[in-house]
T-cell receptor
Framework: GQQVMQIPQYQHVQEGEDFTTYCNSSTTLSNIQWYKQRPGGHPVFLIQ?????EVKKQKRLTFQFGEAKKNSSLHITATQTTDVGTYFCAGRPLGNEKLTFGTGTRLTIIP | GAVVSQHPSWVICKSGTSVKIECRSLDFQATTMFWYRQFPKQSLMLMAT?????????EQGVEKDKFLINHASLTLSTLTVTSAHPEDSSFYICSASGRGGLADTQYFGPGTRLTVL
């Protein structure tokens, strides 16, 4: 079946440093979404990417969708303590409505 | 907009009892609702997808008779864990998607933490 892996599994960064998480799918995706889950909370939708090679920005967050539509990345510039949480990518394979969540990357910030 | 609520937020029950969890879309019509299970520090595992007025579609390995899902209206879906056992203890999260601009995104409820003694 389709698998969506994320690396790294954990990341500890000093406040102010940058952070990147990578998402890789075993199959081509029609689109990819990113969610953030704060500790003890529920996933919150961040963004959806649909086009090959698409890049979208939200303030300090930059999202990319790979040319082959099988991978994606989320980059946070100058992390802040409010960025703490687990970031999940979720991909929808071509021809399949099911959204498959990645394994997640847990980000902790060292003040 | 696009708010989803869940009730209860947490529940403790004895082994062998049944527990019902409600998921409501408060300000939109949820044509599709999803039920997930999440173990501590792990990803979300999709259990089933339900469309209003039709039977839920369960993922492989999820027991239909144990996890009963009802999507009776466009704003309410329920998950009943029947004859719960300690291994059913988990965080159960529902999400909902709607029509039009709400079709591609899943809006998550706050989750229900189930502890079975």
């Amino acid at each position: 079946g389709q698998q969506v892996m994320q690396i790294p599994q954990y990341q500890h960064v000093q406040e102010g440093e940058d952070f990147t998480t990578y998402c890789n799918s075993s199959t081509t995706l029609s689109n990819i979404q990113w969610y953030k889950q704060r500790p003890g909370g529920h996933p919150v939708f961040l963004i959806q990417l649909v086009k090959s090679g698409e890049v979208k920005k939200q303030k300090r967050l930059t999202f990319q969708f790979g040319e082959a539509k099988k991978n994606s990345s989320l980059h946070i510039t100058a992390t802040q303590t409010t960025d703490v949480g687990t970031y999940f990518c979720a991909g929808r394979p071509l021809g399949n409505e099911k959204l498959t969540f990645g394994t997640g990357t847990r980000l902790t910030i060292i003040p | 907009g696009a708010v989803v609520s869940q009730h209860p937020s947490w529940v403790i029950c004895k082994s062998g009892t049944s527990v019902k969890i409600e998921c409501r879309s408060l300000d939109f019509q949820a044509t599709t609702m999803f039920w997930y299970r999440q173990f501590p520090k792990q990803s979300l595992m999709l259990m089933a997808t339900s469309n209003e007025g039709s039977k839920a579609t369960y993922e492989q390995g999820v027991e239909k008779d144990k996890f009963l899902i009802n999507h009776a209206s466009l704003t309410l879906s329920t998950l009943t864990v029947t004859s719960a056992h300690p291994e059913d203890s988990s965080f159960y999260i529902c999400s909902a998607s709607g029509r039009g601009g709400l079709a591609d995104t899943q809006y998550f409820g706050p989750g229900t933490r189930l502890t079975v003694l």
